[in-house]
């Protein structure tokens, strides 16, 4: 009997490690390997989605919605940010006919506004996660301007990378948080004539990061050394988006509005008490902040977070998929204990919230400081199926936290 081979190279079945039968035809492990990376190639030479990982970009509505399943409320800046990132991703996937005048469509990173816990994180990341791209979160407080101690700004794409495995044309695709991005604002509203490290100077080495540039990324991160080898990654299709609290700007922007109304001004004094000042925001704030005006004009798309008041906490801690509440729930559920919570005591922890101006990440620690007596001893105790947390029983325990004790100190 005539011993079988492979339809693409000819090698009989002995020759190789697996032979794969079709309709018609065989082909063997080694052909398989070669059509895959003819495949890869094919896909990042035509500017298509991942070929491991299907983009999944719906419209900016869709976009909304999905939004409102993890973060409640901040309807202005989920709209701000699905147009934004719909159009970022229609851009990269938009299969246009190749004319000489041809349209450039240029990418719109985003910088977010807001307190600390209003979501600007979480925002970023479930955008990140409803796409299937690849997403860090970078902190731009450990970057320094190159050639000092401290992170380069190169190193914010080595952690994308390694999120994307190490596959380059998946990484060109991706999503970068860059956190607290008003800690490296000059320190004053003059150009620095000398350098300013952790500021200006890092500031002037984004500037090519967020426009669009080949840039030699160290592969393990770390500092960069001549004989490392760099890998090149393409930065036009990445998405920046920039999140910070910027305290103290809301001064800046009442003298802007102030001033700029003379005639008014007392009317607008009394509609800025009783509305969110940030919603007023504008790229001239920014630069009076201390950002340059070159990183301001690679950020065209500016929006704000509202602060979050008591009925926003109230519903931040039971309605969303990840919800503080049902985290508590299943954590005691895979011990066997059923957990359930008064009314009250909801009510009492968005007090306490408010009370400590922490946005929603206070939530977490009033939480944490009723329930870690809860969590130390039930797991040890196998009679004890379920559990109710009480009004008097919260008050005691927070009473007796650590955190009660520093507010008072």
């Given at each position: 009997m005539k011993e079988i081979s492979c339809s693409f190279c000819g090698r009989k079945k002995s020759e190789v490690t697996v032979l794969i039968?079709?309709?018609?035809?065989?082909?063997?492990?080694?052909?398989?390997?070669?059509?895959?990376?003819?495949?890869?190639?094919?896909?990042?030479?035509?500017?298509?989605?991942?070929?491991?990982?299907?983009?999944?970009?719906?419209?900016?509505?869709?976009?909304?919605?999905?939004?409102?399943?993890?973060?409640?409320?901040?309807?202005?800046?989920?709209?701000?940010?699905?147009?934004?990132?719909?159009?970022?991703?229609?851009?990269?996937?938009?299969?246009?006919?190749?004319?000489?005048?041809?349209?450039?469509?240029?990418?719109?990173?985003?910088?977010?506004?807001?307190?600390?816990?209003t979501g600007k994180t979480l925002l970023a990341k479930t955008i990140a996660k409803m796409l299937n791209v690849p997403f860090c979160i970078a902190d731009s407080t450990v970057l320094t301007e190159a050639g000092y101690v401290g992170e380069d700004v190169e190193s914010i794409l080595s952690r994308l990378l390694q999120n994307a495995d190490y596959?380059?044309?998946?990484?060109?695709?991706?999503?970068?948080?860059?956190?607290?991005?008003?800690?490296?604002?000059?320190?004053?509203?003059?150009?620095?004539?000398?350098?300013?490290?952790?500021?200006?100077?890092?500031?002037?080495?984004?500037?090519?990061?967020?426009?669009?540039?080949?840039?030699?990324?160290?592969?393990?991160?770390?500092?960069?050394?001549?004989?490392?080898?760099?890998?090149?990654?393409?930065?036009?299709?990445?998405?920046?988006?920039?999140?910070?609290?910027?305290?103290?700007?809301?001064?800046?922007?009442?003298?802007?509005?102030n001033t700029s109304s003379i005639g008014y001004s007392i009317k607008v004094g009394m509609s800025l008490e009783t509305e969110?000042?940030?919603?007023?925001?504008?790229?001239?704030?920014?630069?009076?902040?201390?950002?340059?005006?070159?990183?301001?004009?690679?950020?065209?798309?500016?929006?704000?977070?509202d602060p979050l008041d008591e009925s926003s906490l109230r519903r931040i801690?039971?309605?969303?998929?990840?919800?503080?509440?049902?985290?508590?729930?299943?954590?005691?559920?895979?011990?066997?204990?059923k957990l359930s919570f008064d009314k009250k005591v909801l009510d009492f922890i968005v007090e306490k919230a408010t009370e400590y101006r922490l946005g929603a990440r206070g939530l977490r620690s009033i939480c944490e400081a009723i329930m870690t007596d809860a969590m130390y001893e039930l797991p040890s105790n196998k009679d004890e199926k379920e559990f109710k947390i009480t009004l008097q029983y919260a008050r005691d325990k927070f009473t007796k936290s650590r955190i009660n004790k520093l507010k008072a100190a």
């Open positions: 039968a079709g309709i018609s035809g065989h082909i063997c492990d080694d052909c398989v390997s070669q059509a895959n990376l003819i495949v890869k190639e094919v896909a990042h030479d035509e500017g298509a989605p991942f070929s491991d990982g299907q983009l999944n970009l719906m419209k900016p509505a869709e976009i909304s919605r999905f939004l409102d399943e993890y973060v409640i409320g901040q309807n202005e800046a989920k709209k701000v940010l699905s147009v934004a990132v719909y159009n970022h991703y229609k851009r990269i996937t938009y299969k246009s006919s190749k004319k000489e005048d041809e349209i450039e469509i240029e990418k719109s990173n985003i910088i977010m506004v807001g307190e600390t816990g596959d380059v044309a998946k990484a060109e695709r991706g999503i970068v948080f860059i956190d607290e991005i008003d800690k490296i604002a000059r320190k004053s509203d003059n150009p620095s004539i000398t350098r300013d490290v952790s500021g200006e100077g890092v500031q002037q080495a984004l500037l090519k990061l967020l426009e669009g540039a080949v840039v030699g990324v160290p592969p393990q991160g770390g500092r960069k050394h001549p004989e490392q080898k760099m890998i090149q990654v393409d930065t036009r299709n990445i998405l920046f988006i920039c999140g910070g609290a910027f305290d103290g700007i809301e001064k800046i922007i009442e003298r802007r509005v969110n000042i940030l919603q007023h925001i504008s790229p001239l704030d920014l630069k009076r902040f201390g950002l340059i005006p070159e990183l301001i004009g690679r950020f065209p798309v500016l929006t704000h977070l801690l039971t309605e969303p998929k990840n919800s503080l509440i049902k985290q508590y729930i299943k954590l005691f559920e895979m011990d066997g204990v």
